[in-house]
């Protein structure tokens, strides 16, 4: 998505003014910032390029004029405020929002994924995804068949692409997680992956898979082991699952295990833990 990008100089003293404004029209798009003359930088940001109406009437009753008006790019927006630094996702697998990292990568073994900073989750910062990472790579991958479900940026199916899996289907319930992961294919050498929006199981072909990968937090993950699709995708192979909060592991392992599958390893970390199930 776009946004319109208005900067103001302000007096301090009327910020109080236009605060009351901005909240009797439901408008919390804004920031103030102090500048070192004592005055009041404004910039407001107008989600899909444009302003409300209400919005333009108030600056317009305080006689105020815009100094700069632009529009950007949602990700040129988190590109300031999201790390860009390059990440370790687990031994070997590393995240590269630039890009910069990847001829050297090449020579020395490193799996460096071109990840650009992006709203979709999976940019190698958080547990469940470094988890899920890890127990990807204990796996043979080679000629298999990978369902990511809940996708995010693709991170972990393009994982499994570059450690040889024969095809990848990504999902997300998110379209621009859906998106996000069509760029992050192309990005990273996979145009052909399938990339598809849906609401866990229900538009996912019921074509099997060797491998489900899921780091979808407890809830969801009980609605899949409820969901008689996955008896289609997954009939038998591994499941991995991440993003399950700790406190829910006894629930989520019952919910699969009742359907036979068995647990083969974990991992626990800060308060989540993952797990990996054959059946
Ligand atoms: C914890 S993030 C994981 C993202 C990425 N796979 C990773 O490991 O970093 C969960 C993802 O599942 C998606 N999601 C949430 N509910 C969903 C649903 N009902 N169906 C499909 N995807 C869903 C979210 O949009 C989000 O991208």
Not at 186 to 215: C, F, H, K, R
Request: proline share 5%; aromatic share 6%; charged share 20%.
């Amino acid at each position: 998505m776009d946004y319109a990008i208005q900067r103001l100089v302000i007096d301090a003293g009327n910020e109080a003014a236009l605060t009351t404004a901005f909240a009797a029209v439901g408008f919390t798009a804004y920031v103030f910032s102090t500048r070192t003359d004592g005055r009041l930088d404004l910039e407001l940001y107008g989600a899909g390029g444009v302003f409300p109406d209400a919005v333009i009437a108030a600056l317009g009753v305080l006689g105020l004029e815009s100094t700069e008006h632009r529009v950007a790019s949602e990700r040129e927006l988190l590109a300031n405020v999201l790390d860009s630094e390059p990440c370790e996702l687990c031994p070997g697998v590393w995240i590269d929002p630039q890009g910069t990292l990847r001829t050297s990568a090449r020579s020395d073994g490193r799996l460096v994924l071109h990840i650009p900073p992006s709203p979709a989750f999976g940019d190698g910062h958080h547990p469940s995804t470094r988890m899920a990472a890890s127990l990807l790579l204990t796996l043979d991958l080679a000629g298999r068949r990978v369902l990511d479900l809940g996708c995010g940026t693709g991170a972990l199916g393009l994982i499994a692409h570059h450690r040889g899996a024969a095809a990848v289907t990504f999902s997300d319930i998110d379209e621009g997680s859906v998106r996000t992961t069509r760029e992050t294919c192309v990005l990273n050498g996979y145009p052909q992956g399938t990339v598809i929006a849906s609401d866990l199981l229900t538009a996912v072909p019921t074509e099997a898979a060797d491998v489900v990968v899921a780091n979808l937090y407890a809830d969801p993950l009980l609605l899949v082991a409820q969901d008689e699709r996955l008896q289609a995708i997954l009939p038998h192979g591994t499941l991995i699952v991440s993003g399950v909060a700790q406190v829910k592991r006894p629930a989520v392992e019952a919910a699969f295990t009742a359907l036979g599958f068995t647990l083969r390893d974990a991992r626990e970390e800060a308060w989540w833990c993952a797990m990996r199930l054959e059946r």
